[in-house]
């Protein structure tokens, strides 16, 4: 099993980006705790970051293209603006599912809209690094019970 995990704007400043909203803990400990769970769960974990919509947009059509079961995707302040990104989750059958490390819904009004979230499996908030692992979990039972 080939997930794909893929990260947008900011994320690579975890840990000097407002540490009490996202943690102390960077992208590379991100990375880290990834590589460990995927050898875990016995499955391939596939990271991405980058902090340009299209890029990100073409992420989505490699993990199609490529034959990956699933796709977490953080896509950060573009979750709450990017029709692209939403259009690229909607465009692919590939499952997806949208975590944010802090829960949006206690944030700015504004961080409470998501428009990529409609088109994924569904949407894990607040739980800091410990929701891309839900992620992985939620889309390992989705793939082995559903697909
Ligand atoms: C975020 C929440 C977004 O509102 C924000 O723009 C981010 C990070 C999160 O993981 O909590 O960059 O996606």
Known sequence: MKIMVI??????????????????????N??????K?????NIDI????SNIEGE???????????????????PAAYTHYSIAIADAIKAVDTPCV???????????????ISYTAQNCVGQIAGFGFF??????DALIDRIKNYE
């Open 30 to 35: 991100l990375l880290e705790m990834l590589k």
């Open 131 to 136: 929701g891309y692992k839900m992620a992985v």
């Open 37 to 41: 769970y995927a050898e875990e769960k």
């Open 98 to 112: 949208e975590v944010h490390l802090s829960n949006i819904s206690a944030r700015d009004e504004f961080r409470k």
């Open 46 to 49: 596939v990271p991405f970051q």
């Open 56 to 74: 990100i947009v073409n992420a989505i059509h490699t993990a199609y293209f490529d034959g990956f079961d699933g796709i977490v995707i953080n």
């Open 7 to 28: 990260n947008g704007p900011n994320i690579d400043m975890l840990g000097i980006r407002e540490p009490d909203i996202y943690g102390e803990n960077t992208y590379a």
